[in-house]
């Protein structure tokens, strides 16, 4: 029965992880448009999840864990818009480097990965219970 309980820490653990990524995701999505303030200021940056494995020892398992929350630091997109309140001395605003189709494909493929963790969850579930059954019988 503890090989069952450690399925659903595992998945538990992916589940969490992958919480955290679509957070992120939703983040970035709802900022695409966030520009700064004032002239020459950065616009909002995209933020991208690290993982990391860690051996747990105990159970003799690879475990999955945010590491970090990093920021992109890919260019900024430039448009021309003198009329923006950001704009610099030749009309150009700094655009945040977020492209909204990466981050739904991002954010699908994070779905998927939580959806996987869940049914591996449902499925040790189930068979505790069944386990469960026959030793009741």
Do not use: C, W
């Amino acid at each position: 029965m503890t090989e069952l309980n450690q399925a659903m820490s595992l998945a538990a653990q992916g589940m969490k992880a992958q919480g955290t990524r679509m957070r992120v995701i939703s983040e970035n999505m709802a900022n695409s448009e966030t520009t700064a303030k004032t002239a020459g200021g950065d616009p909002y940056a995209r933020q991208m999840v690290t993982f990391e494995t860690l051996m747990n020892r105990k159970t003799d398992s690879t475990e999955v864990r945010v590491d970090d929350i990093i920021r992109d630091t890919s260019d900024f997109k430039m448009q021309y818009d003198p009329a923006h309140p950001a704009a610099d001395d030749k009309g150009y605003v700094k655009m945040p480097n977020v492209n909204v189709l990466i981050e739904m494909m991002d954010m699908r493929e994070a779905q998927r990965s939580y959806e996987a963790n869940l049914g591996i969850i449902d499925m040790t579930r189930s068979m505790l219970n069944r386990t469960i059954d026959l030793l009741r019988a």
